[in-house]
């Protein structure tokens, strides 16, 4: 599967067949434009369909920062001055966290500097996040006379940090600090800027020496269990994937299907 025409996104593939995917706007702060809107639909819909590619790191090109927001002076084009062109383009912001949820590939995200609106659902919508010291994020939308509900953040937000905190920032929009991440557990690791890769390639390199089924059966049950009615529902799903996995191993000839 090919992954060498977009405009807006680096893309590199590693060893172990890992991603490397790079935001690529850093003289805008990496903020989000029509293009990267496009860049980025097309690669998550591949990417749902590519049982090749094992692991995503995702991280922020250049030095200022992860992702600033929705490149707001781009995106006011004439065509989005209206509703029903303004409401296309939001459902289609929004939508782009349901498909980062819907990959089977793990999503690591590497935050440096500011994860700010976009940046930060971007963040929220990654199944890991290791940040460094200057890390912040903030849901930004709210400074901009919108509301702090936006792009998931009402939906993640509570969910990793609790609603306690989660009202805090949603309301205000301030910038949840590097040493606020770790201690709210919204983020795995903090390391200096210039391990931010190594960790995560060490990471991945745990996630890669599974069976590509494991992985994807673990992150649909996380996603379901996320939203589901209780804790029977949550084994219901449990159940089901152990069972398959079993049934797997038996079929590859293995002795131990348990390992």
């Known amino acids: 599967m090919s992954y060498d025409s977009y405009e807006t996104l680096k893309i590199e593939m590693l060893d172990n067949d890992i991603m490397l995917l790079g935001l690529n706007r850093p003289g805008k702060l990496n903020a989000v434009s ?9 690669l998550w819909k591949k990417l749902r369909n590519d049982f090749k590619t094992r692991v995503v790191i995702l991280r922020g090109e250049g030095e200022k920062g992860f992702c600033g927001g929705v490149d707001v002076k781009e995106g006011l084009t004439p065509d989005l001055m209206h509703l029903p062109g303004f409401y296309e383009y939001q459902v289609r912001l929004a939508e782009l966290q349901l498909l980062m949820r819907k990959i089977p590939q793990p999503i690591i995200a590497l935050i440096h500097g500011a994860a700010a609106g976009a940046g930060f ?3 929220l919508a990654s199944d890991i996040r290791i940040i460094t010291p200057d890390a912040r994020f903030s849901a ?3 400074n901009v006379g919108l509301g702090g509900a936006d792009m998931s953040s009402s ?39 210039e391990e931010l890769l190594d960790t995560a390639l060490d990471m991945a390199k745990d996630i ?3 069976e590509f ?3 994807r059966l673990t992150k649909e049950a996380i996603n379901a269990n996320l939203d589901c009615a209780g804790l029977e529902r949550a084994l219901d799903m449990e159940n089901r994937n152990q069972v398959l996995l079993v049934m797997h191993n038996m079929d590859k000839g293995r002795e131990r299907p348990f390992g």
């Open 155 to 193: 939906y993640f937000l509570p969910r990793h940090i609790g609603t306690g905190r989660a009202y805090e920032f949603l309301l205000t929009g301030r910038f949840m600090n590097a040493e606020e991440a770790m201690n709210l557990g919204f983020a795995s690791r903090c390391v200096p800027k």
């Open 140 to 142: 930004f939308y709210i």
């Open 34 to 42: 029509k293009q990267m809107l496009d860049d980025l639909e097309d």
């Open 213 to 215: 089924i494991q992985i």
């Open 121 to 123: 659902s971007f963040s």
């Open 208 to 210: 890669v020496a599974k």
